[in-house]
């Protein structure tokens, strides 16, 4: 288990070089600079774009723009915003807690779906429900989360008035989003756990336990559902961090705080420090997250915690 551990810290590193790297570059390639749209906006004369190009390092060859940026990766600087002179790090640290409010929420709605439909599923294999069921998470996996949003805010927000279709000041701004981003999420849970459970349910101990006259819904539960969850909480943690990358789409169609609306902002922008930040942020909370199940993981089969 000790090694296991250590050979996905180690393996972090170059996942996050190779982020960090790519992100960097396919900026500095794009035509045009943070500086050109701050001349157009506010009528900088060509003195004032010199000095800013040099402050920010835009001027100097893309290695030792690389170089630089990492050495500062290293002291956890993430740098200043271009545009508001705001520490990257601070601006992301304001966002971050509605951005992880929406994924855990959304991992709630998946959670709270997916295993019910995947258990009624399995339960009722080759029958009308598996089949409804299936068409239904089938759905959530192809469908794509802006446009499952937008239906949202059309009969929910615009023709119900139930719930408000933009903000994130209260309780009630959260639950469209969340259902929009958990989903997905839904769907591929119910497909493992109802796959994980048909294959539990025709294995020795579940024969045994029911030849010992055990009630079917003790032998569903405990013999059952608790084995065929071990994958699931797997999938379940992973989904954990896509959905930190996946709320930046959700946040944009429900004019919601977060990461994902700072980066698409500064995208817009070319605020290479904020844009580099938050991909940097994504992507280690999404590398972290694996890691976690991983050795969560281990700890939940034994067959994996003696390898």
Same mark, same amino acid.
């Given at each position: 288990?000790?090694?296991?551990?250590?050979? /996905?810290?180690?393996?972090?590193?170059? %996942?996050?070089? @190779?982020?960090?790297?790519?992100?960097?570059?396919?900026?500095?390639?794009?035509? @045009?600079?943070?500086?050109?749209?701050?001349? !157009?906006?506010?009528?900088?004369?060509?003195? *004032?774009?010199?000095?800013?190009?040099?402050?920010?390092?835009?001027?100097?060859?893309?290695?030792?723009?690389?170089?630089?940026?990492?050495?500062?990766?290293? /002291?956890?600087?993430? @740098?200043?915003?271009?545009?508001?002179?705001?520490? %990257?790090?601070?601006?992301?640290?304001?966002?971050?807690?509605?951005?992880?409010?929406?994924?855990?929420?959304?991992?709630?709605?998946?959670?709270?779906?997916?295993?019910?439909?995947?258990?009624?599923?399995?339960?009722?294999?080759?029958?009308?429900?598996?089949?409804?069921?299936?068409?239904?998470?089938?759905?959530?996996?192809?469908?794509?989360?802006?446009?499952?949003?937008?239906?949202?805010?059309?009969?929910?927000?615009?023709?119900?008035?139930?719930?408000?279709?933009?903000?994130?000041?209260?309780?009630?701004?959260?639950?469209?989003?969340?259902?929009?981003?958990?989903?997905?999420?839904?769907?591929?849970?119910?497909?493992?756990?109802?796959?994980?459970?048909?294959?539990?349910?025709?294995? *020795?101990?579940? /024969?045994?336990?029911?030849?010992?006259?055990?009630?079917?819904?003790?032998?569903?539960?405990?013999?059952?559902?608790?084995?065929?969850?071990?994958?699931?909480?797997?999938?379940?943690?992973?989904? !954990?961090?896509?959905?930190?990358?996946?709320?930046?789409?959700?946040?944009?169609?429900?004019?919601?705080?977060? %990461?994902?609306?700072?980066?698409?902002?500064?995208?817009?922008?070319? *605020?290479?420090?904020?844009?580099?930040?938050?991909?940097?942020?994504?992507?280690?909370?999404?590398?972290?997250?694996?890691?976690?199940? *991983?050795?969560?993981?281990?700890?939940?089969?034994?067959?994996? /915690? %003696?390898?």
């Amino acid at each position: 288990m000790g090694n296991l551990i250590a050979v /996905r810290l180690i393996s972090i590193v170059p %996942v996050m070089f @190779g982020v960090v790297a790519t992100v960097f570059v396919a900026l500095r390639i794009l035509p @045009g600079d943070p500086v050109d749209i701050m001349a !157009t906006d506010m009528a900088m004369s060509a003195e *004032d774009m010199q000095r800013l190009r040099e402050q920010y390092g835009f001027n100097d060859p893309i290695p030792v723009q690389f170089f630089n940026y990492l050495f500062e990766i290293l /002291r956890g600087d993430l @740098g200043r915003s271009v545009f508001s002179n705001q520490p %990257v790090i601070d601006q992301l640290l304001a966002q971050l807690p509605a951005t992880v409010q929406l994924a855990l929420a959304s991992m709630l709605v998946g959670i709270l779906i997916g295993v019910p439909l995947g258990v009624v599923a399995a339960l009722n294999r080759r029958r009308w429900i598996d089949h409804l069921a299936m068409l239904v998470s089938l759905g959530g996996v192809s469908m794509p989360s802006f446009w499952l949003g937008i239906l949202l805010i059309w009969l929910f927000g615009v023709r119900l008035g139930w719930f408000p279709i933009s903000g994130s000041s209260s309780a009630k701004h959260l639950v469209l989003p969340a259902i929009t981003l958990g989903f997905s999420s839904a769907a591929v849970i119910a497909r493992l756990v109802r796959s994980s459970l048909i294959e539990v349910l025709g294995q *020795d101990h579940v /024969r045994t336990a029911r030849a010992k006259g055990l009630r079917e819904r003790y032998v569903i539960a405990f013999h059952g559902l608790r084995n065929a969850l071990i994958p699931a909480a797997s999938i379940i943690g992973i989904q !954990t961090g896509q959905l930190l990358g996946g709320a930046v789409i959700v946040e944009i169609v429900f004019t919601r705080q977060g %990461v994902g609306n700072l980066f698409v902002d500064a995208l817009l922008r070319k *605020d290479f420090p904020v844009v580099q930040g938050a991909l940097f942020l994504i992507t280690f909370a999404y590398v972290l997250t694996n890691l976690i199940v *991983d050795i969560a993981y281990g700890y939940l089969d034994p067959r994996i /915690r %003696v390898q």
